[in-house]
């Protein structure tokens, strides 16, 4: 035999080490030793694997309560059948009465809510008329001389104003200069014949203002936003160098006058502000509800905490120390004229006068006779420049403290 036959006859296989057994060697062993074998198949078993016999013994347990509590009811009834409907019958109403509360409870809720959103429609008018919040009159459209103002709120509401000033530079400086601020519908436009009237007769200077959500000024109006937006008109007059500061007047007609009671109730209104001047204004939006409703209209009931929009001037007109004068007309038939008394009554300010006109309308009082003159005599008597008693015609009454006779 050559060598190169030996070289390729086979050599027999050699065993393997017990440390290089391959995977399929060791179920072999595993076989040999039952008890290992039977552990293995446990620690192998799938995850998730339901124990039937567990689940099966749970279920039979559940039927088996289940089947006392149904044979202890079944014996109750037996022996206390009566008293057992009742009772029954007492859940039974429990249950729908709960549920009939529960959902009145939630209608009132609801209703309640409807209304506290809805008193922004019938406070605030910016849509009347329809053109309001489009066509807004300047007053340079009436021969006022004038300057168009952007200002910004507190909150950075952008608003629309306007500057009325005298053209004589030292009238202008030594003059009143009154922030009007005007009612609930429309924008200062519609309020031209009246600024045209304080201009020419009283010789003033007016910053028209339109609240936000009203003309062209932006945002939605409310009584804390209608604040911010008279807050910041007041603060921009003490800006500017051309005219006197310290005879900033304040009036305020309507709704106006609401927001100018609040800037005449802060504890600075003496270093701001000189006088104030409102005009068939109310005492408060809830006293304007019962006023304009039904007695028996349950929203005259609510409490004061359902009024999104309140306008408490009847209480803050208490901490009013600058001088105040209240303009009523007493053919008003939207404010009635005794809130005016009522405003003049409790009104904190040492000098405070009230003027009545018999032929006052609401939105026409400016009209009547001695109007003008009214408003400048008090203006005259703030300044120390009144020197005679006042003279008005028939139908005017002057009132200097709320104790003479009405």
Not at 97 to 115: K, P, Q, T
Request: hydrophobic content about 40%; glycine content about 6%.
């Amino acid at each position: 035999m050559s060598v190169n036959d030996e070289e390729k006859k086979p050599s027999a296989p050699t065993p393997p080490a017990a440390h290089e057994m391959n995977e399929d060697t060791q179920p072999l062993l595993l076989d040999h030793n039952p008890h290992l074998h039977h552990h293995h198949h446990h620690a192998m078993q799938p995850v998730g694997v339901v124990d039937l016999e567990a689940d099966s013994k749970r279920k039979i347990r559940a039927i088996a309560i289940i089947g006392m509590i149904a044979v202890l009811v079944a014996g109750v009834l037996r022996r206390f059948p009566v008293i057992s409907c009742c009772t029954a019958l007492a859940l039974v109403l429990l249950f729908f009465l709960y549920s009939a509360i529960a959902s009145f409870a939630l209608f009132i809720a609801s209703l309640l809510g409807v209304l506290y959103n809805a008193s922004d429609q019938a406070v605030f008018c910016p849509d009347y008329p329809p053109d309001a919040r489009q066509c807004v009159m300047l007053p340079s459209s009436v021969g006022l001389p004038s300057e168009n103002l952007r200002l910004y709120a507190a909150d950075n509401t952008r608003l629309h104003a306007v500057f009325v000033g005298q053209t004589d530079p030292v009238l202008r400086l030594n003059t009143y200069t009154i922030l009007y601020l005007h009612g609930n519908a429309g924008n200062f436009g519609h309020r031209l014949a009246n600024v045209c009237g304080l201009f020419n007769r009283i010789k003033c200077n007016v910053l028209l203002l339109e609240y936000r959500g009203y003309g062209f000024s932006s945002g939605h109006p409310s009584e804390a936003g209608l604040y911010q937006d008279a807050t910041a008109a007041l603060n921009y007059l003490h800006t500017r160098q051309d005219i006197d500061v310290n005879k900033i007047v304040v009036f305020g007609r309507s709704l106006g006058g609401g927001v100018g009671i609040e800037l005449a109730s802060r504890s600075n209104a003496r270093q701001e502000l000189r006088a104030l001047i409102v005009e068939n204004t109310f005492t408060s939006i809830p006293d304007m509800a019962k006023a304009l409703l039904p007695k028996n209209n349950f929203i005259t009931k609510l409490p004061l905490c359902c009024y999104k929009n309140q306008f408490l001037s009847r209480l803050k007109i208490l901490r009013t120390a600058v001088p105040t004068l209240i303009v009523s007309g007493l053919r008003d038939t939207l404010v009635p004229p005794h809130m005016s008394v009522q405003l003049h009554q409790a009104c904190g300010a040492h000098h405070k006068r009230l003027v009545r006109f018999s032929h006052g309308t609401h939105n026409d009082t400016w009209r009547c006779p001695g109007y003008y003159s009214a408003l400048k005599y008090f203006l005259d008597e703030v300044t120390g420049g009144a020197q005679v008693s006042p003279v008005f015609p028939p139908g005017v009454t002057w009132l200097r403290d709320a104790a003479q006779n009405l």
